[in-house]
């Protein structure tokens, strides 16, 4: 069983709520559609959202919801938002793993997974499952950006771990010092901290999850509107564009909220 903890940013935190409750349907939409429905979906937040289908294209998945037990940030800053995600992400792997999950997967509540990104986890013979090769959408748009090989340096959405590495958590003890990456969003190094305390890790060959970019979504820096990319970046950028196709929206549940 793999559990799947969405961490839900408060309402006064939003620059339009609405937006924000949409977007989170398009990412359950995604999670409905999986070709494995061995899962379990928790939204840790402070409001509850609206999450019930207002199309019957899509069905919807197992879902929990867990009240965030602190106040929301005070301010509209980085740092204050950051660190609630992380205490989010963290009361809802506690829990998750209560429950007897197998897999923790970090879910960004703007993000998508393709169709069969649970199934590949769930039959890895591997401790970790890292998503390499993924794709990058602007909301609305008609195109979108493939990142085959670095998926995981721009999105959160990129990993899935067997409880037994971040068991700890819950137990109170010393954590497994891959725990950091599902409290913190440092998940650049997740690859190369995986090879370096030898853990066994597999990766989807397809591109296993969407990365949804909307103006009220804290983006990664390379793709940040205020970053100038160098003429490098933009070739890459060039040759990595793709169109989205309706099989493309298919696989990733595209507009189904």
Known sequence: MIGIVIPLKAKRM??????????????????????????????VCHEIPDVGPKQARWTLPPIGIAGAPFSPPSERVAFQM?????????????????????????????????????????ESGTDAVIFRKGI????????????????????????????????????????HPLSQFFVSDHHEQVVERCLEHSVAVSYPPFAAACYVQYQDIRLSTLYHPEHKPTIRELIGRLRRLRRTTPTVREQFGIGLN
């Open 136 to 175: 990058v959408r602007l909301s609305e748009s008609k195109w979108h950006l493939l990142e085959p090989s670095n998926f995981h340096r721009v999105c959160g959405t990129c990993f899935a771990f067997r409880r037994h590495l971040i068991l700890d958590l819950v137990a109170g003890k010393a954590a």
């Open 14 to 43: 939003s620059a339009d709520w609405q937006m924000t409750e949409a977007l989170l349907r398009q990412t359950l939409a995604s999670v409905s559609r999986q070709s494995c429905q061995a899962f379990r979906v928790l939204i």
């Open 82 to 122: 950051r660190q609630d995600k992380e205490r989010k992400v963290a009361i809802g792997i506690a829990r998750l793993l209560r429950e007897g999950c197998d897999w923790i997967m970090k879910l960004d509540a703007d993000d998508l997974l393709a169709q069969e990104t649970c199934k590949f986890i769930e």
